[in-house]
């Protein structure tokens, strides 16, 4: 054969082997990305959650959610509706790991770490004052953790967790904020280093430096609001965001009110979100509507991921972080309207632009 034709052959493998390399992520990511585009995120829309406060009774709600597409809650107490809330919320994340490349996988278990923290706190401080809580987290290595904590003592329960990494001396006071500081900060190093597709890492890294910030916001904000002393509100940083680096949160943290310090952030992309979600916690007397604006920015910062990583990792973060908010309005509105509170109770404290 012609050695001209024989180097054509080869090249044009080469090309082909190229072109499918590149196309690779496309293909993984393909069928995740269409069906979570597909479900969508319902209850996030102001129409459809003003839908639900229309529900006369628990059973109206019920009945409402339901009958949207792969939604299923069940149970007659508040207490059962949000466990089943919750339990929908992690097999979300279940079937989408499932589904997506698996080198996501680390992140999604990582991710359910991430959710489980508040059991997990609520179970080590309930622990350490002996008191006995029932507590049933979703994550593999909590349930594991807490199994084991169940037959110790005060002292083998804080060398356990040193041990694991989750905090870093065994002094630490049940009724300081220390403990949840230290766990926020480990289940926020471990989504950072969970290991992800390269075509995703960037996504990663900036989402956890974007929930750095909001978490550290959301500190110094409930520091101001209970009036903690300067040097106990510097002890609540969790490390260094995307843009609250450690100089800045020392500073905010000596402002001598909540207006003083948001306008510290100014600068930043924070700075207006929070401003107004300041005035309207003013206008209708409720300083909750300032941490509601918090979450308001992480939406938008997952909806921005995934525009930049469409159509990889991206929208596969803002379904599972939408999802998230999602169950956290349905069970705001059971609440209420197994309480029998009135639309204009329930309503401001929904989080709704998805």
Known sequence: MDIIVCLAIVFSGIAVAVMVQRSLPYIRFAYPTAKAEAVGNPFLSEGVLNQLLESRNITSFKNTVNSYKDFFIEGERIEDIHASLDEYMIQSVESLKKESPKGLEEFYDRFIEF?????????????????????RPFSKTFAR????MKKLEKKEILELLMKKGVITDTSVSAESPEIDVQIDKYVLKRMYESKVPKVAENTKKEFVERMTDIINIRNILRAKLNNLDVEKCKNLFLGEGREVPRWKFDEMCTSKDVEEMISRLQGTTYYEPLRQGYEDSKKYGNMELIEISLDKILLRTVRDLSNKNFPFFGPLLKFIVFRYYEIRNLKVISKGVYERLSKDRIKPLLVTGG
């Open 145 to 148: 953790w807490i199994d084991q």
């Open 115 to 135: 959710l489980d923290s508040h059991s997990l706190k609520s179970f080590v401080k309930s622990k350490i004052t002996g008191v006995d809580i029932d507590i």
